[in-house]
């Protein structure tokens, strides 16, 4: 295939055939059923390399708050594999963004046994920040946290920014799990007031540990704990807070979704408790608009 052949251009409505006839060896891919609203949406944009009609490689990015964006979304056509195209349209995205004066950080997220993706994120100049293992629980009898009152409800924003302002430093690798799947260097403006707003922050009855828990749809509805440190079954009432959030949450079937720093994964008494998956690498590098 010729090099010269290659173009890249945003994708549109107008490409979802060419979309749905690439050879990736994905079943039920997320990304045809979801395709029109990334398509359409001011905060997700997708690029294709094309050869020709047919897309060779397809990748693209979601922006955040306070300048934050996140590459992902990463296909390649079996038919055209090792011939650099995951690396060529990663890069130019990545440029894109780097020319964006509002974009402070870039990164992506992948599978620590993705070792080709891995390697890619490297090409482009990407550096690894932290490891976690991002798992709901599977089974809660198999639980087995230290027993405790439930903690505190903080209630104000000014409460909230002022405990956010002790985990600068924390066990996941000074990250926040923004999202599911989504975790960010941290800093006050990835969290605008409407999302503290719509996140329960939990202070102990020793005051000195925090947890924070907000719903989160990634085809199933979770509830997403993020807690910053690595003693989750040693602190008192730690799970009876997240399931009296969870009885008292009106979405039904709302599942318990924790980020574990390496540490904390070593520490969980009974994996079984979990749905087990392989970790997260976030990869991502400061603009020079920082």
Same mark, same amino acid.
């Given at each position: 295939?010729?090099?010269?052949?290659?173009?890249?251009?945003?994708?549109?409505?107008?490409?979802? #055939?060419?979309?749905?006839?690439?050879?990736?060896?994905?079943? #039920?891919?997320?990304?045809?059923?979801?395709?029109?609203?990334?398509?359409?949406?001011?905060?997700?944009?997708?690029?294709?390399? &094309?050869?020709?009609?047919?897309?060779?490689?397809?990748?693209?990015?979601?922006?955040?708050?306070?300048?934050?964006?996140?590459?992902?979304?990463?296909?390649?056509?079996?038919?055209?594999?090792? @011939?650099?195209?995951?690396?060529?349209?990663?890069?130019?995205?990545?440029?894109?963004?780097?020319? #964006?004066?509002?974009? @402070?950080?870039?990164?992506?997220?992948?599978?620590?046994?993705?070792?080709?993706?891995?390697?890619?994120?490297?090409?482009?100049?990407?550096?690894?920040? =932290? @490891?976690?293992?991002?798992?709901?629980?599977?089974?809660?009898?198999?639980?087995?946290?230290?027993?405790?009152?439930?903690?505190?409800?903080?209630?104000?924003?000014?409460?909230?920014?002022?405990?956010?302002? =002790?985990?600068?430093?924390?066990?996941?690798?000074?990250?926040?799990? &923004?999202?599911?799947?989504?975790?960010?260097?941290?800093?006050?403006?990835?969290?605008?007031?409407?999302?503290?707003?719509?996140?329960?922050?939990?202070?102990?009855?020793?005051? #000195?540990?925090?947890?924070?828990?907000?719903?989160?749809?990634?085809?199933?509805?979770?509830?997403?704990?993020?807690?910053?440190?690595?003693?989750?079954? @040693?602190?008192?009432? &730690?799970?009876?807070?997240?399931?009296?959030?969870?009885?008292?949450?009106?979405?039904?079937?709302?599942?318990?979704?924790?980020?574990?720093?390496?540490?904390?994964?070593?520490?969980?008494?009974?994996?079984?408790? &979990?749905?087990?998956?392989?970790?997260?690498?976030?990869?991502?590098?400061?603009?020079?608009?920082?």
């Amino acid at each position: 295939m010729s090099q010269e052949l290659l173009q890249m251009r945003q994708l549109t409505m107008n490409d979802l #055939d060419s979309v749905q006839a690439m050879q990736t060896n994905i079943e #039920d891919d997320y990304i045809l059923r979801i395709f029109s609203k990334l398509v359409q949406s001011k905060t997700n944009i997708l690029y294709g390399l &094309f050869n020709e009609n047919h897309i060779v490689a397809m990748a693209g990015y979601t922006l955040y708050p306070g300048g934050y964006a996140m590459l992902g979304r990463l296909r390649s056509d079996m038919r055209y594999h090792s @011939k650099g195209h995951a690396t060529e349209i990663l890069s130019y995205v990545k440029n894109k963004l780097e020319q #964006d004066p509002s974009i @402070k950080w870039i990164g992506a997220n992948t599978n620590f046994n993705n070792k080709p993706a891995r390697r890619v994120l490297e090409k482009i100049g990407f550096t690894q920040l =932290t @490891k976690l293992h991002s798992i709901p629980v599977k089974n809660k009898p198999l639980l087995s946290g230290t027993p405790g009152e439930v903690w505190t409800k903080v209630t104000t924003i000014q409460e909230k920014r002022q405990w956010l302002e =002790t985990i600068k430093e924390n066990a996941l690798g000074n990250v926040y799990p &923004f999202e599911c799947f989504y975790p960010f260097p941290f800093t006050q403006s990835l969290l605008p007031d409407q999302h503290l707003h719509e996140s329960a922050f939990y202070q102990n009855p020793t005051n #000195d540990r925090f947890l924070i828990i907000r719903n989160d749809q990634k085809g199933d509805w979770f509830a997403q704990v993020k807690y910053f440190w690595n003693d989750h079954f @040693k602190q008192p009432g &730690f799970w009876e807070t997240v399931y009296q959030y969870i009885e008292e949450d009106p979405i039904e079937d709302l599942t318990p979704w924790l980020d574990f720093s390496e540490q904390g994964y070593a520490n969980i008494p009974n994996i079984e408790a &979990f749905d087990d998956q392989d970790a997260w690498v976030l990869y991502g590098k400061w603009t020079e608009h920082e």
